[in-house]
Nanobody
Framework: QVQLVESGGGLVQPGGSLRLSCAAS????????MGWYRQAPGKERGLVAT????????NYADSVKGRFTISRDNAKNTVTLQMNSLKPEDTAVYYC?????????WGQGTQVTVSS
């Protein structure tokens, strides 16, 4: 079992930045691929960004490419999502996910609201 706790969400104006963090409960964090997903009201949860277990490979949704950056620190069991140039359409609950084979774990989510 891996427990994930997200933090860093909040209210920001359009064009602003936020940095989300996800802390994992286990030291074997480094064997899991990690991802950030988001769910806006009335919409399905969708991929934002993923990063491989060693951090050498990343993947982004087209809508966030060039604005968001995912990174991880395996020594600290954390994965972060740096979000720049935020838009109102980025408003959603953001979830952290850990994946290894058939096993996957979700955090509880953190709200991001982009509004003037």
């Amino acid at each position: 079992q891996v427990q994930l706790v997200e933090s860093g969400g909040g209210l920001v104006q359009p064009g602003g930045s936020l940095r989300l963090s996800c802390a994992a409960s286990r030291s074997i964090f480094s064997i899991y691929a990690m991802g950030w997903y988001r769910q806006a009201p009335g919409k399905e949860r969708g991929l934002v960004a993923t990063i491989s277990s060693a951090g050498g490979s990343t993947n982004y949704a087209d809508s966030v490419k060039g604005r968001f950056t995912i990174s991880r620190d395996n020594a600290k069991n954390t994965v972060t999502l740096q979000m720049n140039s935020l838009k109102p359409e980025d408003t959603a609950v953001y979830y952290c996910k850990a994946v290894r084979g058939k096993y996957n774990y979700w955090g509880q989510g953190t709200q991001v609201t982009v509004s003037s």
